[in-house]
């Protein structure tokens, strides 16, 4: 029994003491209680953060207007170079109907000496049948001669001569078929001349009296100029359309010059 109570008896004394050593452990340690892992407010701030991108309304709409600006000038630009350009294109058009005008004349000339020397022509070879057909001959050959010398005066360029040759001419040979010729001529050479009150004279001799004749719608067209020159556009008009009205279809060519000269005028407007 002995034997039993020792054993136990010391058993009991070791299990006392291990609890007082786990006891005074533990009261000498002091365990913090669990916090959550954050960060302080110091370390917080201490990493910057990235600044946020604003974009201002006001901004962009400065850049459009910007963009607005040049554009419009480069459009202003381009239009100013096509102003330029088509200046260039009017004056050539204009220096070309100004050589093309000049044409037209030489080639009356041209024309009328022809016709002239024609004429002289068959009345050399018209044969003389009787004392009076040869005096009329004769006065066809004088009538030829005057008009060719009057012509003459013109190619020349003795223009104050050849006015003089043309109203004697018409003077003296007031029955000859050169007359409306003889009197659109002498208008011609006054018009170069800047003569412009005799050469609306000289036109208007032509259209009135030979409304029939070769030379009427030149002197049509011609008479329509005169009255430019003296500054009565209405009356020029007047006459360019009747140019248009009366010969074309007869006259072509001289409708193509009134047509011409009538967009002239509302292009001077």
């Given at each position: 029994?002995?034997?039993?109570?020792?054993?136990?008896?010391?058993?009991?004394?070791?299990?006392?003491?291990?609890?007082?050593?786990?006891?005074?452990?533990?009261?000498?340690r002091?365990?913090?209680?669990?916090q959550?892992?954050?960060?302080?407010?110091?370390s917080?701030?201490?990493?910057?953060?990235?600044?946020?991108?604003?974009?201002?309304?006001?901004s962009?709409?400065?850049v459009?207007?910007?963009?607005?600006?040049?554009e419009?000038?480069?459009?202003?630009?381009?239009?100013?170079?096509?102003?330029?350009?088509?200046?260039?294109?009017?004056?050539?058009?204009g220096?070309?109907?100004?050589?093309?005008?000049?044409?037209?004349?030489?080639?009356?000339l041209?024309?009328?000496?022809?016709?002239?020397?024609?004429?002289?022509?068959?009345?050399?070879?018209?044969?003389?049948?009787?004392?009076s057909?040869?005096?009329?001959?004769?006065?066809?050959?004088?009538?030829?001669?005057?008009?060719?010398?009057?012509?003459?005066?013109?190619?020349e360029?003795?223009?104050?001569?050849?006015?003089?040759?043309?109203?004697?001419?018409?003077?003296?040979?007031?029955d000859?078929?050169?007359?409306a010729?003889?009197?659109?001529?002498?208008?011609?050479?006054?018009?170069?001349q800047?003569?412009?009150?005799?050469?609306?004279?000289?036109?208007?001799?032509?259209?009135?009296?030979?409304?029939?004749?070769?030379?009427?719608?030149?002197?049509?067209?011609?008479?329509?100029?005169?009255?430019?020159?003296?500054?009565?556009?209405?009356?020029?008009?007047?006459?360019?359309?009747?140019?248009?009205e009366?010969?074309?279809?007869?006259?072509?060519?001289?409708?193509r010059?009134?047509?011409?000269?009538?967009?002239?005028?509302?292009?001077?407007?």
């Open positions: 029994m002995k034997n039993v109570i020792l054993p136990l008896a010391l058993a009991i004394s070791l299990s006392a003491v291990a609890e007082d050593e786990w006891v005074s452990v533990g009261a000498n002091t365990v913090a209680p669990a959550p892992d954050t960060q302080s407010p110091s917080s701030l201490s990493t910057p953060l990235p600044s946020p991108t604003y974009h201002s309304a006001n962009g709409a400065e459009d207007s910007s963009d607005l600006l040049s419009l000038l480069l459009q202003i630009e381009q239009m100013q170079q096509e102003i330029a350009e088509l200046r260039s294109q009017v004056e050539s058009q220096q070309q109907l100004s050589g093309m005008e000049q044409d037209q004349q030489a080639r009356y041209d024309l009328d000496r022809r016709v002239a020397a024609l004429s002289q022509t068959k009345t050399a070879v018209k044969p003389v049948t009787s004392v057909d040869g005096a009329q001959t004769a006065a066809a050959a004088s009538s030829a001669d005057a008009y060719k010398a009057a012509m003459t005066l013109v190619r360029k003795k223009y104050s001569d050849a006015n003089d040759a043309f109203t004697a001419f018409v003077k003296q040979y007031p000859d078929k050169l007359v010729n003889a009197w659109y001529w002498n208008g011609e050479v006054y018009l170069v800047s003569q412009f009150e005799p050469a609306k004279n000289a036109f208007e001799q032509v259209v009135t009296q030979f409304p029939d004749h070769a030379k009427a719608a030149d002197a049509t067209y011609k008479l329509g100029v005169t009255f430019h020159k003296l500054g009565n556009d209405q009356e020029a008009r007047r006459w360019l359309n009747t140019v248009i009366r010969y074309e279809g007869q006259s072509d060519a001289t409708v010059l009134a047509k011409s000269y009538l967009k002239k005028l509302s292009a001077a407007e």
